[in-house]
């Protein structure tokens, strides 16, 4: 399964864009790039996800670089609730989806 | 509404007892994933089931056991040879990785 490279931490103020990036040098042209959070105590919650095209939706937005080598989330406007840790993973043909040490993010009022 | 439920939410096993945590979907969902957390760490995956009446083990098996009778359900057994079974397990379902994964909201089981 090929790995993915998050920074451990970010910080934010509440209401400006956060740009959470990963690097996935090593990913094959059919894994999919998918984004989960999870909250203190709780499971993880789907973000976004995409295959090579950019994605929006009502959570974020996914910038997928052109040589997919990395992507970055986008949370437009920043919330309290959006703290959490962030995971960007790879699935491949398997269907697993193998968790990394994510990205914890602070947002600050 | 559709999802997952974990049950029981607390579990507490004495050393050497078998317990069983339950994860039901009404998703429709095909696959179906088993996770334990440890504190401050990510997710490593247990067992997964991709349809029913089969299932591979992930990347910490041992000590675990699966079945998947019913494609709504996939239960984890958690045996007396799991060394260290105190954490925090997590089901997941799919129907595949073109869509998000569902994940339950957890069973914390403790070793008394």
């Known amino acids: 399964d090929a790995k993915t490279t998050q920074p451990n931490s970010m910080e934010s103020n509440e209401e400006e864009p956060v740009h959470l990036p990963c690097n996935h040098s090593?990913?094959?042209?059919?894994?999919?790039i998918h984004w989960y959070r999870q909250l203190p105590s709780q499971g993880p919650e789907y973000v976004i996800h995409?295959?090579?095209s950019n994605v929006n939706n009502r959570m974020a937005s996914l910038a997928i670089a052109e040589d997919r080598k990395s992507s970055t989330l986008i949370l437009h406007r920043a919330t309290l609730r959006d703290a959490a840790v962030y995971y960007c993973?790879?699935?491949?043909?398997?269907?697993?989806?193998?968790f990394g040490t994510g990205t914890r993010l602070q947002v600050f009022p | 509404d559709g999802g997952i439920t974990q049950s029981p939410k607390y579990l507490f096993r004495k050393e050497g007892q078998n317990v069983t945590l339950s994860c039901e979907q009404n998703?429709?969902?095909?696959?179906m994933y088993w996770y334990r957390q440890d504190p401050g760490q990510g997710l490593r995956l247990i067992y997964y089931?991709?349809?029913?009446?089969?299932?591979q083990k992930g990347d910490i098996a041992e000590g675990y056991s699966v079945s998947r009778e019913k494609k709504e359900s996939f239960p984890l057994t958690v045996t007396s040879a799991q060394k260290n079974p105190t954490a925090f397990y997590l089901c997941?379902?799919?129907?595949?990785?073109?869509?998000?994964?569902?994940f339950g909201s957890g069973t914390r089981l403790t070793v008394v």
């Open positions: 997941a379902s799919s129907v595949h990785r073109e869509s998000g994964y569902t």
């Open positions: 090593t990913i094959s042209g059919t894994d999919y």
């Open positions: 995409g295959l090579t």
């Open positions: 993973i790879l699935i491949a043909y398997t269907d697993k989806l193998i």
């Open positions: 998703l429709n969902h095909d696959a």
């Open positions: 089931s991709q349809i029913v009446n089969d299932f």
